[in-house]
């Protein structure tokens, strides 16, 4: 592994490493896209957008109301939304003020709101007023003083965001009754931070600057510190593989994937941008006629997602009568891209679908395959630039080639990390090594290959979701003795989770334990498998063995 045999195969062009020095800051590479791209469209959403100049005005307002609230460099503030222009510009804002972000899914519980943001300690929040009666629930356990909110169609004009408010509230009836202290919408923290002016920062490569919350490689969620110089590292390492495929000024980028994931964060929101690429937010991707309308509206040029999104637009009609002569390049990540789905994607498209991996702790990409012939199905491609990858046995020797062994990461984009958990990162990171807690192999022309993994995590359309966090709420319940929670194999969404249950009393019903876990957890974590036994399989030592109740049938 040594010779490091994958970079003769690297696509032309690309060069073996990057200099991580060229900006001390992640805002000193943003401001030279605002500047260098400023005329061009940076961000659309619903058939609205905004340029890179007007990107750049409108995070300096927002940075200035951070600052006129007394938010001081090194605080943290939420990020609660889904895909919408206003996140671009929380996020630039609250990086110009110094803030460390805290990416936050729109769809967490009360619960798993109220434990990242005590973990994080979370000073400040910007939320779509969809989950604020959530917010509500919790706040009064937190320590957020500052609460900006705002609605889907805040950014969209009085026309046509307020038809499309209208809709939410009093059609649909997505946006439920809250009652907040102390809030102010979007629009007017942008009308009020004009007034201020934004101190110049001492910050460094070193300091973090992001908090993405995941459930690592063991244990329940955890935040990665994510610093300047990861986050700038694995921007460049994406831009110079992207730099022959890709034209400056010219691409046009859809992202289904919410920007809160570290996927689309790192990809879309920033390598991308060094392109002075457009990207076309899409607020809801499960409804697919969404994605079919930005596609003729657009001449989307790249995209990005996830296997169980490619399968849903491979069999919808209207997908298949989109002409897609301007695409080039589909880039899956988040979970594996399955080889009858990326082969009916190019059959369809004519464009090949390409495989990445990388977890958050990496910022997030590792590997990824060229966007050309070159990319293998069934392959997560070639270590980006600067990037060390080898497979090891579990004394930590190395494996020969063609041999499994768990992979194991080096490279600038490699967190600081986890926040106030310095045992779970030393388990993680050891000798300069991320741990990924995945096994694979290496083929002969230096291409690697996700071959299972090696915890219990469970991989539900692209989100992780952790066994222990399912026992440990529905532990909870009063009528369950015991509990196990495993993947089981689906077709749409590549696993779901199974709970196998010992009761403790006979009248628990399996509606009641999908209730419970539906008030406690997101939807993607809640079980779509019930199970009912005498009793769970256990080792000598009393520890309940998942991997016995993975290799039953369900």
Known sequence: ????????????????????????????????????????????N?????????????????????VSRGLEPGDKIALMMPNL?????????????????????????????????????????????NFAANLEKIIDRLEISVIITTSIGEMLG?????????????????????????TVNFKTALNIGKSFDIPKLDSSAEDVILHQYTGGTTGVSKGAMLTNKNMIAN?????NWLHPFLEEKKEIALSPLPMYHI??????????????????????????????????????????????????????????????SQLKAAVGGGMAVQKPVAERWEEITGVRLCEGYGMTEASPVVTTNPLN???????????????????????????AQGEVGELQVRGPQVMRGYYKQPEETAKTIVDGWLNTGDLGTMMEDGYFKIVDRKKDMILVSGFNVYPNEIEDVLASHPKISEVAAVGADDAKSGEVVRVCIVKKEKSLTEKEVIDFC?????GYKVPKIVDFMKELPKSNVGKILRRELRNQNS
Request: proline residues 5%; hydrophobic residues 40%.
């Open 518 to 522: 539906r008030e406690n957890m997101t």
């Open 373 to 399: 012939e070159s990319a293998r199905i069934g392959s997560i491609g070639l270590p980006i630039p600067s990037t060390d990858v080898r497979l090891v046995d579990d004394s930590g020797q190395v494996v």
């Open 235 to 239: 921007m460049l390492q994406m831009r």
């Open 1 to 44: 592994m040594e010779n490091k045999p994958w970079l003769a195969q690297y696509p032309a062009g690309v060069p073996a490493n990057i200099d991580t020095s060229k900006y001390e800051l992640l805002m000193d590479f943003v401001l030279e896209c605002f500047e260098k791209y400023k005329k061009l469209p940076a961000y659309e």
């Open 263 to 324: 996927f689309a964060f790192s990809v879309n929101a920033l390598a991308l941008m060094s392109f002075g690429a457009k990207t076309v937010l899409v607020t809801n991707p499960r409804d697919l006629s969404s994605i079919v309308k930005e596609f003729g509206r657009n001449k989307i040029t790249l995209m990005t997602g996830i296997n169980t999104l490619f399968n849903a637009l491979n069999n919808n009609e209207d997908f298949q009568k989109i002409d897609f």
């Open 46 to 66: 619903f058939g609205k957008s905004i340029t890179y100049k007007q990107l750049n005005k409108y995070s300096d307002q927002f940075a200035g109301y951070l």
């Open 85 to 129: 222009l206003q996140y671009p510009i929380a996020l630039f804002g609250a990086l110009k003020a110094g803030l460390i972000v805290v990416n936050t899914n729109p769809l967490y519980t009360p619960r798993e709101m109220e434990h990242q943001f005590k973990d994080s300690e979370v000073k400040a929040i910007v939320i779509a007023e």
């Open 158 to 182: 009085s026309v046509k965001g307020g038809i499309i408010n209208f809709a939410l509230k009093n059609i649909k009836r997505v946006v439920p009754k809250y009652n907040l202290k102390n």
